[in-house]
């Protein structure tokens, strides 16, 4: 399971292809006739946060109506001023639909963006 977030769970798919892959061109998340940003449309994504930034936030999830294949990373621009006062986080981790991400990867309707900060422990 390399790649996977530890504890995420996979969104079943009849044809045991992640999603990213199952959906293609003309397929919402949710089926075929619901696709933002296909026509220059804007998509909505909801955006995961954990630790500080959850607390900044006062919430684990945000909505966000976004351009059409705007980066992953660019969503931190997005966010609230409280959460991102400061710039990202130094070694922050993106993980889109539930796999870790490049900050570069483009962002459909539907997506769900993870914002994982670095942990320390022993």
Do not use: K
């Not at 045991?16 to 804007?42: F, L, N, Q, Y």
């Not at 539930?98 to 962002?107: F, K, R, V």
């Amino acid at each position: 399971m390399e790649g996977r977030i530890p504890g995420a769970t996979r969104r079943s798919v009849s044809s045991g292809v992640p999603p990213r892959v199952a959906r293609g061109p003309g397929r919402g998340p949710r089926g075929p006739g619901i696709v933002g940003g296909m026509d220059g449309s804007p998509i909505r994504i909801s955006v995961r946060l954990f630790a500080s930034l959850r607390e900044a936030a006062g919430a684990g999830r945000i909505e966000l109506e976004l351009p059409a294949a705007t980066p992953v990373g660019a969503v931190w621009s997005h966010l609230p001023d409280p959460v991102r006062d400061g710039g990202p986080p130094d070694g922050v981790r993106y993980a889109l639909n539930h796999e870790w991400t490049l900050p570069g990867a483009p962002l459909r309707d539907g997506d769900e963006v993870a914002l994982v900060l670095p942990v320390s422990g022993g």
